[in-house]
């Protein structure tokens, strides 16, 4: 019963460093979503895939690329990373309204 | 531009009381999601309103969707401790293609005093 699996759970960074945050979600959802979450607030939404070879933005995508790699694997990558980028990410997939959406366990990133 | 407001942002209720979360949206949307969060932890679903007038109950919180009002509540019977968490709501709509997306209010932490 994994449901969605994010990987890495914690991770630093400098600024100007690079990195892939991994997602993979095992119900066969066609849906995939990269939420951040700042303190204090609720989740922003930064890209989401509606499915396997699509991929649109959401309201905070600057500085932030994905890639949906097959109908299991949403890829969310950072270029050159900035302090602004310190939050946590979540992944979601979903993959009918009546269950909702399943969200990842989540990625702890701080950029210094 | 879909809003999502959440209203009180922090509540401090004793245990055994009552109290009501709001939660307001700008665009019409007939599917709503209720979250608890714990520190340092992942979004666990609560309840899934997909029709105006639904209501879902599940220990002691109770969740209702009216979506005439744009106007969800959840309500919370004779708290104890454990409840104590962050609450999101977050309204699900139709983007410019074909996936649905959330989109989250800030989010109720709630304290339950002894």
């Known amino acids: 019963n994994a449901g969605v699996t994010q990987t890495p759970k914690f991770q630093v960074l400098k600024t100007g460093q690079s990195m892939t945050l991994q997602c993979a979600q095992d119900m066969n959802h066609n849906s995939m979503y990269w939420y951040r979450q700042d303190p204090g607030m609720g989740l922003r939404l930064i890209y989401y895939?509606?499915?396997?070879?699509?991929?649109d933005k959401g309201e905070v995508p600057n500085g932030y690329n994905v890639s949906r790699l097959n109908k299991r694997e949403f890829s969310l990558r950072l270029e050159s990373a900035a302090p602004s980028q310190t939050s946590v990410y979540f992944c979601a997939s979903m993959g009918g309204t009546v269950y909702g959406y399943t969200f990842g366990s989540g990625t702890r990133l701080t950029v210094v | 531009e879909l809003k999502v407001e959440q209203n009180p942002l922090f509540l401090s209720m004793q245990e055994g009381k009552n109290y009501t979360i709001y939660c307001n949206y700008s665009?019409?949307?007939?599917?709503l999601y209720w979250y608890r969060q714990d520190p340092g932890k992942s979004l666990e679903s609560l309840f899934v309103l997909l029709s105006n007038g639904a209501v879902k109950q599940e220990g002691r919180l109770m969740a209702s969707l009216d979506t005439k009002a744009r106007l969800s509540t959840l309500h919370i019977t004779a708290a104890v401790h454990d409840l104590s968490a962050t609450y999101f709501c977050?309204?699900?709509?139709?983007?410019?293609?074909?996936?649905?997306?959330?989109?989250f209010g800030s989010g109720t932490q709630l304290t339950v005093l002894p």
């Open positions: 665009t019409t949307s007939d599917r």
């Open positions: 895939s509606a499915s396997e070879g699509t991929t």
């Open positions: 977050a309204v699900d709509i139709t983007s410019s293609g074909s996936a649905r997306q959330l989109t």
